[in-house]
């Protein structure tokens, strides 16, 4: 039974347990709940601070952290106390970072002991997870003080092509700042959702989200039906946004003003005085056709609406290719999206919204606030996840195979590419040498046949199978996905009972391109790797049956005339030469047919004669 409060400042009955829905930002982050009346969704507004929160963390002098709009002020005259887009380095290694490495304000450390990024701010050393935590703590603080009820339960949104290893890191950040993450939700699915898309299992539609945000830019083509949401395609640029329209602003002021030409780069004063009037100038024209203003009263700050439009146009241009190319591996055309979403608060830009409903030849959706969308769309998905909306069940897919290695290298799918998640699926492996006690399990994922083409997740042994022949022992490996696209695989020797597991928590992850990459790669080289698969199965199929039939003619030689064995012998030595030629798959089988059309009557004759010893109360082995 659920637990009822009554809210002591509105007197409203409230459920005792709220589970929030987060939208956790690059640049602004928000919390938002449904409303327990109305059943809508509303985004937290604490104090009439507004619902945005700067995804923005500052450390005072004294030690005390300042999280959102505070926090924010910070950005140009305390650097390097004042971290901002945290949210790029969550589950990502140094190297990952590459060519952005410049890009933040604040220092970053490579620590090879765990692989993952820190920051450094004065003598101490931050987690990106650390300083994610401080952002939930936040909005969680947020919550409970506009609630007035405990907030323990949380969803938390994600871009589509996060990979394993930054979901992980978010769901960590969340448990950090004290709050149990039921579910890590694409953020396109979320916008979705709160359009009431996907609601209505009987419904099929492709819907284009297009979420142009402060930093990044994300393009996310879904196929929704019977209540999946499956990612048929990304794109986007994760160093493209809002901030670039400021930074164009800024520039041109600059070339237009020799009095700001002359000493920006001396003022800090200036500098963020010039960041923060274009930020004004660029939403003011989001509504208006002229922006003026001044600084300090001496510096004229003025800039019309077309002027701006000819300065961000070919920003807009390059997030027009990007939809390009999604709908391109979508395999879509432009009039197969039955609706295009707008999230993001960049796409308050009219240009914006002109350019891509142009783009898909429909007006896009933008009637609800796309600052909000994401984290409204959380919030439906928590309700469901409360059991408050008993009639839907929301999946999400897996975006690559996932298996393991089996002989010669060769990747045995057992969740394929595309598996609705939440989802479990195992197989049945023996052992292939007699008295084998260790059984090696490696994790791949990938699209390739052969496991080296793959990227390894993990690699574990089943320790302390009890010796028994080969073909004997029977081991179950099990892969279980959980809603949220972690991984944890476990092998048991049925008959013993002997169990190992590993949750698949990769050192750092995929990048959105590197999972294109992979896919792109399985595809031309399709042929290939048939060929490559087929030429070692050859060969595995060699080695099993030479181990076999040696260990036959050693066991039950007694049964066997001489000639009989000498011919064996001989057809074992010519299939051992034909692979030590490195024969192709047509001789090797050759050879096995001889050696198997030569050797099947033993296996009757054995038989027979196992049966007869065995009605004589004698066995054998
Ligand atoms: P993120 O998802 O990356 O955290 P948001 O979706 O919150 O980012 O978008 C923040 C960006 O939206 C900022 O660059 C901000 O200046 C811009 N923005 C907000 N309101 C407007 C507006 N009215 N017109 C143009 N840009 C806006
Ligand atoms: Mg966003």
Redesign the pocket.
């Known amino acids: 039974m659920a637990k009822v409060a009554i809210n002591l400042s509105t007197g409203s009955i409230q459920q005792e347990e709220v589970i929030v829905g987060i939208d956790l930002?690059?640049?602004?982050s928000l919390v938002a709940y449904i409303h327990p009346e109305d059943r809508k969704p509303i985004a937290i507004n604490d104090q009439g601070q507004g619902t945005?929160v700067p995804?923005v963390v500052h450390f005072a002098a004294n030690g005390e952290t300042i999280v959102g709009t505070l926090a924010k002020d910070y950005l140009t005259t305390d650097p390097a106390n004042t971290i901002y887009s945290v949210k790029r380095l969550l589950g990502k290694s140094y190297k990952d970072l590459g060519e952005h490495k410049n890009y933040f304000g604040y220092k970053i450390i490579d620590d090879n002991s765990e692989g993952l990024v820190k920051v450094r701010v004065q003598d101490r050393f931050y987690s990106p997870i650390k300083l994610s935590a401080e952002i939930l703590k936040e909005l969680r603080e947020r919550a409970e003080h506009s609630l007035k009820t405990p907030v323990n339960r949380a969803v938390i949104t994600v871009p589509a092509y996060f990979n394993d290893s930054q979901r992980q890191a978010t769901r960590d950040a969340g448990k950090l700042a004290g709050l149990e993450v039921l579910r890590i939700v694409n953020e396109p699915t979320a916008a979705a959702l709160a359009y009431g898309i996907g609601i209505d299992p009987a419904e099929e539609k492709t819907v284009a989200v297009y979420d142009l945000?402060?930093?990044?830019f994300d393009i996310s083509i879904l196929s929704i039906h019977q209540g999946i949401f499956e990612v048929l395609s990304t794109n986007g640029d994760t160093y493209l946004?809002?901030?670039d329209f400021?930074r164009a602003i800024i520039n041109h002021w600059i070339q237009n003003n020799e009095l700001i030409a002359d000493t920006v780069n001396e003022d800090k004063h200036l500098q963020q005085e010039l960041r923060l009037k274009a930020?004004e100038a660029?939403?003011t024209l989001?509504s208006q056709e002229v922006y003026t203003s001044n600084i300090d009263g001496t510096i004229d700050c003025h800039i019309e609406r077309h002027t701006f439009e000819t300065l961000i146009a070919p920003i807009v241009s390059k997030t027009i290719e990007s939809c390009k190319q999604a709908m391109a591996d979508a395999k879509l055309q432009p009039e197969q999206i039955d609706a295009v979403i707008m999230v993001?608060?960049?796409t308050?830009?009219p240009m914006v919204y002109e350019a891509v409903s142009e783009f898909f030849g429909k007006p896009a959706n933008n009637s609800l606030n796309?600052?909000e969308v994401v984290a409204l769309g959380a919030a439906i998905q928590a309700d469901i996840l409360a059991g408050n909306r008993k009639d839907i069940l929301l999946l999400d897919v897996t975006p690559l195979t996932l298996g393991i290695e089996t002989m010669g290298g060769l990747m045995d799918p057992i969740i394929p590419r595309n598996s609705k998640i939440p989802t479990k699926a195992g197989r049945q492996y023996t052992t292939s040498v007699d008295g084998q006690v260790n059984m090696k399990i490696s994790v791949y994922q990938g699209e390739r046949d052969l496991v080296k083409e793959n990227r390894k997740l993990a690699e574990f042994d089943l320790k302390g199978i009890p010796a028994m022949p080969a073909g004997f022992p029977k081991v179950d490996v099990n892969f279980i996905l959980n809603a949220d696209g972690i991984l944890k695989v476990e092998a048991i020797e049925v008959r013993s009972g002997v169990r190992q597991e590993v949750e698949v928590k990769p050192q750092y992850g995929l990048t959105d391109e590197q999972v294109e990459q992979m896919l792109m790669d399985s595809m031309l080289n399709a042929k290939e790797d048939v060929a490559a698969r087929m030429q070692i199965e050859a060969r595995s199929t060699a080695e099993q049956m030479l181990y076999q039939v040696e260990r036959f003619v050693d066991k039950n030689g007694e049964h066997l005339t001489e000639e009989e064995i000498q011919l064996t012998h001989k057809n074992l030595q010519n299939l051992r030469d034909v692979l030590a030629a490195g024969g192709d798959k047509d001789a090797i089988y050759t050879a096995i047919d001889t050696l198997e059309e030569q050797t099947s009557p033993f296996a009757e004759r054995i038989m027979q004669i196992s049966i007869k010893q065995a009605m004589q109360g004698k066995k054998i082995e």
């Open positions: 930002g690059t640049t602004n945005i995804s945000g402060g930093g990044t946004g809002g901030d400021d930020e660029k939403k989001s993001g608060g960049s308050r830009v796309p600052d």
